[in-house]
């Protein structure tokens, strides 16, 4: 038995159903029911919360969520061979886990029918970051979720909470900072997973602003993609597509500026600046 419940310990469970973890599904086993436990406590209190989780494989992580007593689990599997191995944890624990079948990337809130709820999932490296991004551009903003609590690559997640000037500064810090309260909780060796990846992970925590500063999302994409497409180049010429020098003046930047020096509130303020001359443009 293991030490969160009296289901087999998963290195069973993995054997008895033939669980080889497959590349191309970015699958990597997290089998330390210690550490799973450690995740989910990490994402605060689950009574009464309905959770969302991505890719829970041979349900590790699933397992820890309903032992630390989230209401109702909701896993969402690409791999129909991990859907036995689920259907054993949904019998230990009636009427809490529905597991679904598919590509999350294709969920969407409409599938659900609950107003509190938590997103914890130790995310398929291939897919992490695009998902990453359609729950931040999520509309209406605040969104169906109280929190995020997700593990990626420590490079990714270094890059979620990057402030500016910082190396790891990019897109993606921009978008996360923008709309949540980011911080990075704990690392995850290579070494707690199987097979282990070639780096180190980390679990990282969103909260959503009930406020975030007003701006329109696509703007913000366009402006943020061409800043740091081109982020060794001065503004001017990083944003000539969309405005450059002219641009840059209109919101009181400097055009000399690179994308790693300015704020979120920069970024909000030159995408704003952006939708209006597309306004002015079409008129």
């Not at 690409?78 to 590509?103: K, M, Q, T």
């Given at each position: ?103 999350a990337l294709e969920f969407r ?101 009930d406020k975030p500063l007003q701006c329109d999302v ?66």
């Amino acid at each position: 038995m293991s030490a969160i419940d009296d289901l087999p310990p998963l290195r069973d469970v993995i054997a008895r159903h033939g669980l080889d973890a497959r590349k191309s599904l970015g699958q990597n086993f997290l089998l330390d029911l210690n550490l799973t436990a450690k995740i989910a406590r990490a994402a605060g209190p689950l009574e009464g919360r309905t959770v969302i989780e991505v890719g829970p494989g041979p349900g590790g992580l699933t397992r820890a969520l309903l032992a630390e007593g989230a209401d109702r689990v909701i896993a969402i599997e690409r791999d129909s061979r991990c859907l036995p191995a689920l259907a054993e944890i949904a019998n230990r624990y009636p009427g809490r886990l529905r597991v679904i079948e598919g590509d999350a990337l294709e969920f969407r809130q409409q599938d659900l029918d609950a107003c509190k709820v938590k997103i914890v999932a130790n995310l398929p490296y291939n897919i992490g970051t695009r998902l990453l991004v359609d729950w931040l551009t999520a509309e209406p903003w605040p969104p169906y979720y109280e929190s995020l609590t997700l593990m990626f690559q420590r490079e990714v997640a270094q890059r979620i909470i990057a402030e500016a000037g910082a190396s790891a500064y990019g897109r993606l810090s921009v978008l996360a900072s923008w709309r949540c309260q980011t911080r990075l909780l704990f690392d995850v060796p290579a070494q707690a997973f199987t097979p282990p990846p070639k780096v180190t992970s980390s679990i990282v925590q969103l909260h959503p602003r009930d406020k975030p500063l007003q701006c329109d999302v696509s703007a913000l994409e366009r402006v943020t993609q061409a800043a740091f497409g081109q982020r060794r180049k001065m503004l001017r010429q990083s944003l000539k597509a969309l405005g450059g020098e002219t641009l840059l003046t209109q919101s009181g930047i400097d055009p000399q500026r690179r994308a790693e020096t300015l704020s979120v509130e920069e970024f909000c303020t030159l995408a704003s600046a952006t939708g209006q001359a597309c306004k002015v443009h079409l008129s």
